[in-house]
């Protein structure tokens, strides 16, 4: 799996707050993605696609590991402690929470999983379209626990986040034939624009307004692709990360485009690329030797 773990989360966050405090006081986050962005949603489902154990968590509070992609918190934790929310956020398929937990920030989240539904068939994971359906079960629940009128305002205002895509290039259309011989990699980044288009349309039709869309780091140089490229020295593979520019440039040109079109949206592209690789050209700035 593509994890995304690297201190751009830091960059991000700051990014968040400001476009929060540009807009209103964020009362929720919630969130929608991959191993970039699960709190342990997998650890509920029968995948091999879990993190449930050490070394992973082991710089989370009391050493645990708990389903998340990393040592400790990840990037939705920090941005929602920043926002002013609480230090983390749940996985909404985990049992130790409820309604009341989730009403200021949940993760419907699948590490491996992808915009394309063949994406999360390979590790069988949850695909987009059920990170939907859980989303509109917590609608539900949560209009049940805080009424109507206070429920349709805290989604209005929480922050919607979302991160994918890496996955469906790196562990769909590159290691899989099926993709390949139905699409150009040019063609196979606009039907994942397309579906994150609709994705969108459909949270703003569900009442979010405040949308964040994560783009894709430079997945030729995720530890996995580099230890890979043999032919090229163990050295970034530059072609994937050239599809993760294009692909990149595409859903920030999507973000204008929506920003006209949904009224009342207030979506902005957060782009990791640029930030991942200054850390990747310069580790000893953030404590790597």
Known sequence: MAHMYTKWLLLFTQFLVLFAKIGAKVPALIVFGDSSVDAGNNNQIPTIARSNFQPYGRDFKGGKATGRFSNGRIATDFISEALGLKPIIPAYLDPAYNISDFATGVTFASAGTGYDNATSNVLSVIPLWKELEYYKEFQKKLRANLGETQANQRITEGLHLISMGTNDFLENYYTLPRRQSQFTI?????????????????????????????????????????????????????????VALEFNEKLRKMTVELNKELPGVKLVFSNPYYVFMYILRRPSLYGEL
């Open 186 to 242: 040019t063609q196979y980044e606009d039907f994942l624009v397309g579906i994150a288009r609709n994705f969108i349309k459909e949270l703003h039709g569900l009442g979010a307004r405040k949308i964040s869309l994560g783009g894709v780091p430079p997945m030729g140089c995720l530890p996995l692709e580099r230890a890979t490229n043999i032919i090229g020295g163990n050295d970034c593979n530059q072609k994937y990360n050239t």
